[in-house]
């Protein structure tokens, strides 16, 4: 560090730097203390009047690992107003590096911004390495007081900062002139220049597949820990492409336990397993695993663009309720059947009345019907008629007219009305206009009903056994089931939703790790696992043949499949989330990285790899899926039949026991009951 000096040159040169960043920049900020205050002058803002300032006066007690609430009000607001360049002119580089750290903690300040910093060789401590990972855009100054020169320099970036480096000399200004007039900032993320990018992943359905080589490139057969591990996935594949057009080399490793930790959860120490503590610690560059636009995953790494949508949902059992005993009542509706009925009850009704008004018209005389319905006595009058015959004596046997006798009573007219529903003829056709009348429009009503009744009957006769499946979350929320997903913030998303439905499964929304476990207790009817539609389809696939993930044991693998019930993606999304690839946090390869990755969803590729990804997963779905649509009639639909057909039976016996009750114990018992003459036993 060298001490300031009113006659030394050190305000031009800030100005010459300013100057060459000046014409592309958006905001700039200033933070100095007392020390380098002055050397900003009135007329160096004068110059910079035509883009907003920023200027932070650091105290001398002040620690900026955890700044005052001004110097933090300030920064957040410049950050806000998207502050393209920074000039960072501190004495103690102590305080420097300590400012930089909380920028890249809190992300307060834009790490991919062009900053000014003066040289110090306490920046370059190993501890802070990971810093200038992030922060490449940066121009050390350094004075040489022997030759009064200024030397710049800054990260050398893409290459690898290891155990130790050196920054890069980029020019040196001396007595007002650049040696070399060099651009300061150039786009080092354009070309990696075939650097080694670290990419963290664990297998999953689609973003990661994972299979091992049987042999090497030389055709030798190798086992056992040394058999080469092939990845691929759709975000294998986008990554691939990036490395091809920023011309860097891929290096995958899964972390440790990355089967049971996967994303990876919050220690007690603070620190992070599986794919998040990797990039927390910067052990990775890149990680793949369906990283989802949560806050979680936005406050501890930086997530590119997203390349797709994906629909998340559940998978579910289908309900073991057997309903073919409902055969014959399924074609209707509930509504239907309750006016069908009340239709067959007021035609009969008004059979019958008609019938017994035209038996009292035909025999000319009032007469009392002997009829009860509904527990009172029907009279009909008749009309009088000046020219009738006389009336005939009472014991003298009147003709009943033909035909009336199929609805003179109440029992009959029913029996008759619902046989010609089934399209029983009847066994006379009725006398008098009205009965016709009536008949005729009867049967016209009945043919439609029938007809409606028969072609929904055959459908469901040809097309598969109706399943009863869970479709809505809120069916979801009302069933018995329990449900459960990958990580506490996929609880948090349904116990902290405005939707009642989605409240009560986050209610009961169990927490898991090991998705294997989860869809075999969906396979048992009792679970509901949540999960992308993509993953789902690929856990049915392989649960629907019987085989289980690369990861279960030898016992899994010969356990009874015995009871384990058909799976069901409920049809209803539950979120479209978009997806993205995790970079480092504060990643100087996010926006070059975005913008390859915009060129990529543009073409249409995602699209057609991620179709590649799934085409094993369809083609071994469709066998399945075309045995539930094959019209295979078998004695299972017919169980309705055979229900009709035992109700029938069972309320045959029962009526012809209790007829021989009432013959046996009523009839019989009868003082005037004459053995010889039964056929008047019950009328006289």
Not at 31 to 40: C, H, K, L, Q, W
Not at 356 to 371: A, L, V
Not at 407 to 425: E, K, P, R, W
Not at 579 to 592: C, D, E, T, W
Request: hydrophobic fraction near 40%; glycine fraction near 6%.
């Amino acid at each position: 560090m060298w001490e300031y000096k009113k006659d030394d040159d050190f305000g031009w040169l800030l100005e010459d730097l300013i100057q060459k960043v000046l014409f592309d920049a958006k905001c700039l900020t200033i933070i100095s203390d007392r020390f380098y205050n002055d050397m900003f002058t009135t007329k160096m803002f004068q110059k910079l009047s035509a883009i907003p300032i920023f200027v932070i006066l650091i105290g001398e007690n002040e620690d900026l690992l955890s700044p005052n609430y001004k110097t933090l009000s300030v920064i957040l607001q410049a950050r806000r107003k998207g502050c393209d360049v920074y000039i960072i002119l501190i004495a103690n580089a102590d305080e420097t590096i300590r400012f930089l750290r909380f920028g890249d903690r809190h992300r307060v300040i834009d790490t991919r911004a062009r900053f000014f910093l003066l040289h110090d060789v306490r920046l370059y401590h190993k501890d802070y390495y990971y810093l200038w990972k992030k922060i490449v855009n940066v121009i050390f100054i350094r004075k040489f007081f022997e030759v009064n020169r200024y030397e710049l320099m800054t990260v050398p970036f893409p290459s690898p900062i290891e155990h130790s480096w050196k920054p890069m000399r980029i020019d040196s200004w001396k007595y007002g002139k650049y040696q070399k007039n060099n651009e300061l900032f150039i786009d080092k993320t354009s070309d990696l220049r075939g650097e080694i990018v670290h990419v963290a992943v664990f297998e999953y359905m689609p973003s990661v597949l994972k299979k091992v080589a049987e042999d090497d490139q030389n055709g030798n057969v190798m086992a056992g820990d040394s058999m080469p591990i092939e990845y691929s996935g759709l975000e294998v594949l986008i990554l691939e492409s990036l490395s091809h057009a920023m011309n860097f080399q891929i290096l995958i490793y899964e972390p440790t336990n990355s089967k049971t930790e996967a994303w990876g959860k919050q220690q007690l120490n603070g620190s992070y397993t599986g794919l998040l503590g990797e990039m927390v610690s910067g052990r990775a560059d890149f990680a793949l695993g369906n990283f989802l636009y949560t806050p979680k995953n936005i406050k501890l790494l930086d997530l590119s663009i997203p390349y797709i949508t994906q629909c998340f949902t559940f998978l579910t059992p289908e309900s073991t309720t057997d309903n073919t005993w409902k055969t014959l009542i399924l074609p209707f509706k509930k509504f239907m059947w309750i006016g069908v009925m009340l239709t067959l009850a007021v035609s009969s009704l008004v059979f019958y009345v008609l019938a017994n008004f035209h038996k009292h018209y035909e025999n000319g005389r009032t007469n009392i019907i002997p009829k009860c319905i509904f527990g009172k006595t029907l009279r009909i009058w008749p009309k009088k008629n000046k020219l009738s015959p006389k009336l005939l004596p009472l014991n003298v046997k009147r003709e009943i007219p033909p035909g009336l006798y199929l609805f003179d009573g109440i029992g009959s007219s029913l029996i008759n009305a619902y046989s010609m529903l089934l399209l029983v003829s009847l066994p006379k056709m009725p006398s008098g206009w009205s009965l016709r009348m009536l008949t005729g429009w009867w049967w016209l009503y009945c043919i439609l009903v029938t007809v409606a009744y028969r072609a929904s009957m055959t459908a469901i006769l040809a097309n598969p056994a109706q399943r009863v499946t869970i479709n809505t979350l809120e069916e979801l929320a009302s069933s018995p089931i329990s449900c459960g997903g990958w990580g506490e913030q996929n609880k948090e998303f349904f116990t902290t939703s405005l939707d009642s439905a989605g409240q009560r499964v986050g209610h009961k929304f169990e927490v898991v790790y090991d998705s294997n476990v989860s869809i075999s207790r969906v396979a048992q009817g009792n679970f509901a696992y949540y999960e992308n539609i993509y993953f789902l389809h690929y856990a049915k696939v392989t649960q629907k043949s019987m085989t289980v993930f690369e990861n279960d044991t030898i016992e899994n693998n010969s356990h009874n499949l015995e009871g384990k019930k058909d799976l069901h993606i409920m049809s209803d999304c539950v979120i479209n989330m978009p997806i993205s690839l995790g970079l480092q946090k504060n990643s100087p390869l996010k926006p070059r990285v975005d913008k390859f990755l915009q060129r990529v969803i543009e073409a249409g590729l995602v699209k057609k790899w991620l179709a590649d990804v799934m085409l094993t997963t369809v083609v071994a779905e469709a066998p399945f899926e075309k045995n539930n649509i094959n019209a295979v009639m078998d004695l299972k639909k017919f169980v309705g039949a055979l229900v009709a057909l035992g109700i029938g039976y069972g309320l045959g016996i029962i009526s012809l026991i209790i007829e021989n009750v009432y013959w046996y114990y009523v009839v019989q018992k009868n003082p005037l009951f004459d053995r010889y003459r039964q056929d008047c036993n019950r009328k006289c």
